[in-house]
């Protein structure tokens, strides 16, 4: 039985090929391949049976979709299909790695002198061709989970649910993934809890290539904002709570630079992954910027005015309509 299970929710054929290439170019085959076929109207099952001979692939195919509304739980079942290897990587069916990638987290957690329960490598951000669009951000071989939370939601860390590899022991102790409205933030939220008690690492000299494509989730965001920005709200409210330890602990990271680092996060999310927001969410947004993130109503209208990036002539009206959903919202309280 090997060590590390690499573990496939697929559903799209386009990439699929390339994706299992990568995985057969590997310089350790000491892994094995789970492939969770989410009721794809796309035949995988040929693509899959091509490496049959370079890689221990487990394929099963699921009789009914849940990706596209749940896919926390589409990452679950498929999980749920691995058996007792001690380390887990959820990959997907569009990303590539490098070939030295497995090699080097073996060679990683041989040196590593912490017993770290997480690890992850750089990403690199390609397009549909294949093509580098972004180098991504190289972060510090080692950093604690406040630390790296607190630079993430800055922009200041790459984070992707492919480049992690984490134990299985504390994916069980963890009680699974936090669930958010299409996975919005449950990589990041992953990241955040499985390393809170002994920080994260960052394994060098290999990197996950993790494709922009139009076609998977991350890249519809801003068509589908209305259902999605739920989810990223999901995963804000998670965060608040789960750093109230922060409140009782003498870091270097507090609970209130936290706090704020959430309010930049959600402002930079809101502007750049969803491009904005339909004024139909406008009651759900100010009542969320005020009740959790502790901003007075007139400056949770500021920075929902600053996301929608209102001309001057616009800004007035948009405002007296938010000021009287504060206060109704202010007389139903």
Known sequence: MSDLAIIIPAYKKIYFDQTLASLAAQSNKNFTVYIGDDCSPEDLSTIVERYREDLNII??????????????LQWERCLALSKTEKWICLFSDDDLMDSNCVEEFYSTVDVATNDFDIFRFNTVVINQHGEITNQGITGPQTESSAQMAYNLLHGRRGNSMPDHIFSRRIYEECGGFVFTRYAQGADWALSILFSR???????PNAKVYWRYSGLNISSNAARNKNDMI???????SWALIHFEYLKTTALDITY????EALRFNLKMVMLYHYNGFNYKQAPTLLSFYHDKLQLSYRESIRQMMEINGLSLPNVHTAKRVLVKLRDKMFKRS
């Not at 739920?230 to 804000?236: A, Q, S, Y």
């Open 59 to 72: 394929y099963t195919r699921f009789e009914n979709n849940i990706g596209a509304k749940d896919l926390v």
């Open 256 to 259: 209130q630079m936290i706090v």
């Open 230 to 236: 739920g989810g990223h709200l999901d995963f804000i």
């Open 197 to 203: 008690k002994k920080g994260m690492f960052v394994i």
